[in-house]
């Protein structure tokens, strides 16, 4: 199956910008989508697609596409941003799956 | 509002299966597709499979196949995750996730159910 690889963590001043990535091969054919998830709860998902965000995510929350590599970007982050952050995209590997990327902690400084 | 609520939390001894239910609301049922995500403590989010809400076709991940069983109930808009040959490291928090209209992202989520494997 499929791999996709994500820095462990990143830190962001608060009211910065900060771009989170997601390497692998999948990504060349598929779309990544992005999921928020703070301690003790599920994950929310707040970019797919090209660049789509779902009802009630902020516009600060972006994405974008090329190659191999997706990026969500915060900008202008805020306190309550601080999560983990997980890709996914379908599997490339012809059996139909999805696959997840390793995380990335964003801390807010 | 959509709604994905899941079974209670369950402790299985090595060996054992165990079965967790998620009931759907606020949308048809059969025009969806649902996945099983589970995270083990302190780790990344895994993809398990999926089950189409109409035909009920599913699809497994290789590291489940042959002891992971995903079926549901249209009747019940309820979608089930059996697993079987519980191991110490299937000691997960188990999440359905409900696929977009478009298919790729889950766009929402079940509570989690936490899974406890010990002897």
């Known amino acids: 199956s499929s791999e996709l690889t994500q820095d462990p963590a990143v830190s962001v001043a608060l009211g910065q910008t900060v771009r989170i990535t997601c390497q692998g091969d999948s990504l060349r054919n598929y779309y990544a989508s992005w999921y928020q998830q703070k301690p003790g709860q599920a994950p929310v998902l707040v970019v797919y697609?090209?660049?789509n965000r779902p009802s009630g995510i902020p516009d600060r929350f972006s994405g974008s596409n090329s190659g191999n590599t997706a990026s969500l970007t915060i900008t202008g982050a805020q306190a309550e941003d601080e999560a983990d952050y997980y890709c996914?995209?379908?599997?490339?590997?012809?059996?139909?799956?999805?696959?997840f990327g390793t995380g990335t902690k964003v801390t807010v400084l | 509002q959509v709604h994905l609520v899941q079974s209670g939390a369950e402790v299985k001894k090595p060996g054992a299966s165990v079965k967790v239910s998620c009931k759907a609301s606020g949308y048809t049922f059969t025009s969806y597709t649902l996945n099983w995500v589970r995270q083990a403590p302190g780790q990344r989010l895994e993809w398990m499979g999926w089950?189409?809400?109409?035909?009920?076709?599913?699809r497994y991940s290789q590291k489940l196949q042959g002891r992971g069983t995903i079926t549901r109930d249209t009747s019940a808009s309820t979608a089930y995750m059996e697993l079987s040959s519980l191991r110490s490291e299937d000691t997960a928090i188990y999440y359905c996730?409900?696929?977009?209209?478009?298919?790729?992202?889950?766009?929402?989520w079940g509570q989690g159910t936490l899974v406890t494997v010990s002897s």
């Open positions: 996730a409900r696929d977009t209209a478009a298919g790729g992202s889950f766009d929402y």
């Open positions: 697609g090209k660049n």
């Open positions: 996914n995209s379908r599997d490339s590997s012809g059996d139909r799956g999805h696959v």
């Open positions: 089950i189409t809400g109409g035909t009920g076709n599913t």
